[in-house]
């Protein structure tokens, strides 16, 4: 009986797996990491001002592949269609002043990836 019982578990626990009903959040690490996402912000000065004319970075943090925005009149970037399954460093250069590096995890299942960089 106790022999039953434990093949029924196995059973009912590989049909979980299947259907995508794991434990602990398993299809949701599954499902984010999938698709695309749009990656956007400001850049803002040291008072907090928009800085037009700022070239933004998208760096791939395993191919090390960039790409480049330059910021609009609001100070506002725009990167369409990046890869949700890969890691990037996200930062903003203007007059010889650079932002901090943001991180654009991989683990992060936000499909609009929204973040201000202020230059320094």
Known sequence: M?????????AVLVA?????????????????????????????DDASR??????V??????TKSIRSFTSIANGHFYFAQVNKAKDFDLWAEKDGKKS???????????????????LK
């Open 57 to 62: 970075f998208l760096q791939d943090e395993k």
């Open 100 to 118: 901090t590096v943001k991180t654009v995890s991989s683990w992060d299942a936000r499909t609009d990836f929204i973040n201000d960089l202020k």
């Open 2 to 10: 106790i022999m039953r019982k434990a093949t029924l578990f196995s």
């Open 16 to 44: 979980a797996f299947a259907v995508g009903a794991a434990p602990n959040g398993l299809r949701v690490a599954v499902a984010q990491n999938s698709g695309e996402r749009n990656v956007s912000g400001t850049v803002l």
């Open 50 to 55: 928009p800085v037009p004319g700022a070239t």
